[in-house]
């Protein structure tokens, strides 16, 4: 059973470009995460999914921060015009429920913004 | 806010138990004490999660005080692999599906 599947690894934008990172969850899983985790600092709730809804997004930037988790396919985190600050290494994980269950979590996209 | 405090940093020798203790004095009746841990900059890794009883796995036991306001996760065999940041998060009651990490506990096994 492939884990949490991210991709990809690295990325590197340049300020004002847009980025895409895509997350595939453990088969059977339909609950999505994404984790931030800025540069010597701990790990920071973005948003929750289930599929085709938002569930939670208390930790989303208000702008130009996105997050979907289709039907069919990968979540998608999507940054647009992205700046210095946005470099950060961004996690996903998946749990089949919520409840008294572990999430597993992917090896994250580490995002450069030049 | 994270609801749990931890040691900043623990030591172990190679081969010892590595006692990580966690305190989360203000746990409700349906909170479950989860450890997760990051080796390097990977992604968090899931070690262990109770309610009120002791458990055990592969990886760790996980020790909670009767009052459940304080647990301890127990590597009975420490190895150098071992070296990582360990989080305790207290999750559930309204809090699903939202993990707060804290600092956590840097765990350093030495030779």
């Known amino acids: 059973n492939a884990g949490v599947m991210q991709n990809p690894r690295h990325l590197v934008r340049r300020r004002g470009q847009e980025a895409r990172l895509r997350c595939s969850p453990m088969?059977?899983?339909?609950?999505v995460y994404w984790y931030r985790q800025l540069p010597e600092e701990g790990l920071k709730f973005m948003v929750y999914?289930?599929?085709?809804?938002?569930?939670?997004e208390s930790g989303m930037p208000k702008e130009r921060f996105s997050a979907e988790f289709p039907k069919e396919g990968p979540s998608i985190l999507r940054i647009q015009q992205v700046v210095r600050g946005d470099s950060a290494a961004y996690f996903c994980?998946?749990?089949?429920?919520?409840?008294?269950?572990?999430?597993?979590f992917g090896q994250g996209t580490r995002l450069t913004v030049v | 806010d994270a609801k749990t405090t931890q040691p900043t940093s623990m030591d172990c020798a190679e081969g010892r138990a590595a006692n990580l203790p966690c305190n989360h004095s203000?746990?409700?009746?349906?909170?479950?004490v989860y450890w997760y841990r990051q080796i390097h900059s990977q992604g968090p890794q899931y070690i262990i999660h109770?309610?009120?009883n002791n458990e055990t796995n592969e990886m760790a036991s996980l020790i909670i005080t009767e009052d459940r306001k304080s647990s301890t996760l127990i590597l009975p065999h420490a190895t150098l692999r071992d070296t990582a940041v360990y989080y305790c998060?207290?999750?559930?009651?309204?809090?699903?599906?939202?993990?707060?990490f804290g600092q956590g506990t840097i765990l350093t096994v030495h030779p």
């Open positions: 999914l289930q599929k085709e809804n938002i569930i939670d």
């Open positions: 109770g309610l009120k």
């Open positions: 994980a998946s749990s089949p429920e919520t409840a008294n269950t572990e999430a597993f």
């Open positions: 998060i207290v999750y559930g009651g309204t809090s699903y599906g939202k993990l707060t």
């Open positions: 088969k059977g899983h339909s609950h």
């Open positions: 203000t746990i409700s009746g349906n909170e479950y």
